[in-house]
């Protein structure tokens, strides 16, 4: 059976997932599960240290098998993807069929004064020469998959909290 009654957060690196997923977890009394986080705890190691030890295409696989455990867990939830998740391997269809997906829309001005600090962090940002056109090169591929989402909301001036509260009321 199909069921949405999963809520799933998609969008670039820096666009505030986390933090909009733990307000609204909090706001809908669900459990809140972030994939990176998962996926650090399980295995024990950074992102960056499976990225540098196993690859990227390892860690993508890592992502898809949780997602695949995290839509079919009766309890609704609250579910926050990395950045790259929706974008590989069918990942988007199987969020689509199994949450009300929404994308945080983030334009790349307000994306790249918050990631361009951050590169050491983030394995995928380390040692661009040119970061803004980087993010926007990468959000035009990535928007494919993101634009597929049932809500996008535009998180431009907003906090999180606010924009958790928009997708509350657009969930319910
Ligand atoms: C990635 C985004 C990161 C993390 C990894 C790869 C990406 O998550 O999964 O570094 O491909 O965009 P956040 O979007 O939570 O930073």
Request: hydrophobic content about 40%.
């Amino acid at each position: 059976m199909i069921s949405t009654h999963h809520i799933s957060l998609v969008g670039f690196m820096g666009s505030g997932k986390s933090t909009v997923g733990k307000a609204l977890a909090r706001i809908l009394q669900r459990p809140l599960f972030d994939t990176d986080s998962l996926i650090e705890t399980r295995k024990e190691k950074s992102v960056a240290e499976i990225f540098t030890a196993e690859g990227e295409a390892k860690f993508r696989e890592y992502e898809r098998q949780l997602l695949l455990e995290l839509v079919n867990a009766p309890q609704p939830s609250v579910i926050v993807c990395g950045g790259g998740t929706p974008c590989f391997a069918g990942v988007m269809d199987i969020l689509n069929a199994h949450t009300a997906t929404f994308y945080l829309y983030t334009p790349v001005d307000i994306l790249y004064a918050r990631l361009k600090n951050e590169a050491a962090q983030r394995p995928l940002l380390q040692g661009k020469e040119d970061l803004q056109k980087f993010i926007e090169t990468l959000l035009a591929q990535r928007e494919l998959f993101y634009k597929q989402a049932k809500f996008i909301i535009n998180t431009a001036g907003k906090t999180a909290k606010e924009i958790a509260e928009e997708a509350a009321t657009a969930s319910a």
